[in-house]
């Protein structure tokens, strides 16, 4: 049974950091590209950030040169260290595994106030 297990976030005033964790079990995770994705109240699920299982990684443009996307595979965990927050980055950040898709955990909640 695949199983993401997402912590970290919380309330945070905007200029801040946040650094998230995901573990996750019943996945062969050392083979998967691993994500970070968000979903911001009233919008769409978005992809975040992505690395592979070589380490190169992937962020979308709202995101890049604030987070840093890194994974430990030995404690098959992935995470997102996140710098200068803005409000808009508000949302449920989920992690997600690429060999399999439908899986997904109960995210965490990460609020930036301005």
């Known amino acids: 049974q695949v199983q993401l297990v997402e912590s970290g976030g919380g309330l945070v005033q905007a200029g801040g950091s946040l650094r998230l964790s995901c573990i996750a079990s019943g996945i062969i995770f050392s083979i998967n590209t691993m994500g970070w994705y968000r979903q911001a109240p009233g919008k769409q699920r978005e992809l975040v950030a992505t690395i592979t299982s070589s380490g190169r990684s992937v962020y979308s443009d709202s995101v890049k040169g604030r987070f840093t996307i890194s994974r430990d595979n030995a404690k098959k965990t992935v995470y997102l260290q996140m710098n200068s927050l803005k409000p808009e980055d508000t949302a449920v950040y989920y992690c997600?595994?690429?060999?399999?898709?439908?899986?997904w955990g109960q995210g965490t909640q990460v609020t930036v106030s301005t």
């Open positions: 997600h595994a690429h060999f399999h898709p439908n899986a």
